[in-house]
């Protein structure tokens, strides 16, 4: 599998010719690719926009300085199966619909959940379904069933998630029944939450439970889940409405990874077998 590309670095594009005849194939028998399609066909690349700073589903390989992690190896299959290679351009979480918005990438693949208030902006090609938790020092006391239960305590969340939404959600129903409210400490990346919570400044994350195992396979025995699996949610690629043509490219070429094993092969590369999408 070959290694992802990252903005502003130049690399070896696929011939347009190449691409154009790969995506061809993909959308045969669907209604005439439009102009920004033809664009990204003519690069020989997709850009995606991301948030390099989500381990394991996409961050930077501190010895490459290159995008890795499950995202990221979904991103390339996608590409390859369109015939193009992928770049990412590191964009904070909070700024990759806006950043989308104003043409800085062709589409958005960052961990980004799939829900009914982003698809009214974005059309989505889901490729996995994964959960949050509330997550503590492996020393903490802290244990919980539901976020309420969190009344009076400090929790960090990654700025512009729907993690951050559910946290301020819990803590406005606290303060209507009279409890004390949740200090929600909304941070720019889920690194700087998990550094938070590691110096003692919030006595929780509430975040992926994808990324504190990631966290603890690197520094084993360094966190733990202070709940339940809390909310599952089906992330996607992202594209603008009025993109139909790069939403039907980008959904056949997923298909097509499920077909040709690379999507399995992705899969197992990050041990996301309970949150994989079926054919």
Same mark, same amino acid.
């Given at each position: 599998m070959s290694k992802p590309k990252?903005?502003?670095?130049?690399?070896?594009?696929?011939?347009?010719?190449?691409?154009?005849?790969?995506?061809?194939?993909?959308?045969?028998g669907s209604a005439a690719a439009g102009e920004v399609l033809d664009k990204i066909k003519a690069s020989g690349k997709i850009v995606y926009c991301s948030d390099l700073s989500?381990?394991?589903?996409?961050? /930077?390989?501190?010895?490459?300085?290159?995008a890795t992690g499950f995202d990221a190896d979904i991103g390339i299959a996608v590409a390859k199966a369109m015939g193009l290679e992928a770049q990412y351009k590191n964009i904070g979480f909070d700024g990759l619909i806006p950043a989308l918005q104003a043409g800085q990438c062709d589409a958005i693949l960052s961990a980004l959940f799939d829900k009914p208030a982003r698809r009214e902006v974005v059309d989505f090609v889901d490729y996995a379904n994964v959960g949050n938790a509330v997550i503590v020092k492996a020393d903490s006391p802290l244990s919980i069933a539901r976020l309420v239960d969190l009344s009076g305590k400090?929790?960090?969340?990654e700025r512009g998630s729907v993690n951050e939404q559910e946290v301020v959600e819990?803590?406005?129903?606290?303060?209507?029944?009279?409890?004390?409210?949740?200090?929600?400490?909304?941070?720019?990346?889920?690194?700087?939450?998990?550094?938070? /919570?590691?110096?003692g400044l919030v006595d929780a994350f509430y975040g992926g439970t994808a990324t504190e195992a990631d966290y603890n396979k690197q520094n084993p025995g360094a966190?733990?889940?202070?709940?339940?699996?809390?909310?599952?949610?089906?992330?996607?690629?992202?594209?603008?409405?009025?993109?139909?043509?790069?939403?039907?490219?980008l959904d056949a070429a997923f298909k097509k990874t499920q077909a040709d094993g690379s999507y399995d092969a992705?899969?197992?590369?990050?041990?996301?077998?309970?949150?994989?999408?079926?054919?």
């Open positions: 990252q903005l502003p670095m130049r690399s070896k594009y696929l011939s347009a010719f190449a691409a154009a005849a790969c995506l061809g194939t993909i959308l045969a989500v381990p394991p589903f996409i961050y /930077l390989d501190p010895k490459t300085v290159q400090r929790v960090a969340v819990a803590s406005d129903e606290l303060v209507k029944q009279g409890k004390p409210k949740i200090s929600v400490v909304s941070l720019p990346k889920a690194t700087d939450a998990i550094q938070q /919570l590691l110096t966190l733990k889940l202070a709940s339940p699996q809390t909310s599952t949610f089906y992330t996607g690629i992202a594209t603008i409405k009025k993109d139909a043509d790069v939403h039907e490219a992705v899969v197992k590369k990050w041990s996301f077998e309970s949150m994989a999408m079926k054919p």
